[in-house]
């Protein structure tokens, strides 16, 4: 089992940056992904960005050039610095880890995020 618990959400006005965090715990796997994934309401879940172990870095469209993930993998946590927040990043941001063939994931409990105009 692997726990996540995430932190950094809040309100904040347009223009604005936030600093999310994810610390993992338990049956970590040394080879492993972890990202971050945001569910407006009415809308499905979508990912915003994910990085490997080694590094490797994908983005959502929305999230290239404002956000940025990064990983301290001595602590096991992974890190997403919004900026030039929009009303449109409101959402519930949700952690996840994934390791393993066959794939097993996990998902932290989600930080709300609130962008005001």
């Known amino acids: 089992q692997v726990q996540l618990v995430e932190s950094g959400g809040g309100l904040v006005q347009a223009g604005g940056s936030l600093r999310l965090s994810c610390a993992a715990s338990?049956?970590?796997?040394?080879?492993?992904?972890m990202g971050w994934y945001r569910q407006a309401p009415g809308k499905q879940r979508e990912l915003v960005a994910r990085i490997s172990s080694g590094g490797a870095k994908i983005y959502a469209n929305f999230a290239a050039g404002r956000f940025t993930i990064s990983r301290d993998n001595a602590k096991n946590t992974v890190y997403l610095q919004m900026n030039s927040l929009k009303p449109e990043d409101t959402a519930v941001y949700y952690c996840?880890?994934?390791?393993?063939?066959?794939?097993?994931?996990?998902w932290g409990q989600g930080t709300q995020v609130t962008v005001s105009s």
């Open positions: 338990g049956s970590i796997f040394s080879i492993n992904t």
């Open positions: 996840k880890y994934e390791m393993g063939l066959p794939r097993v994931e996990y």
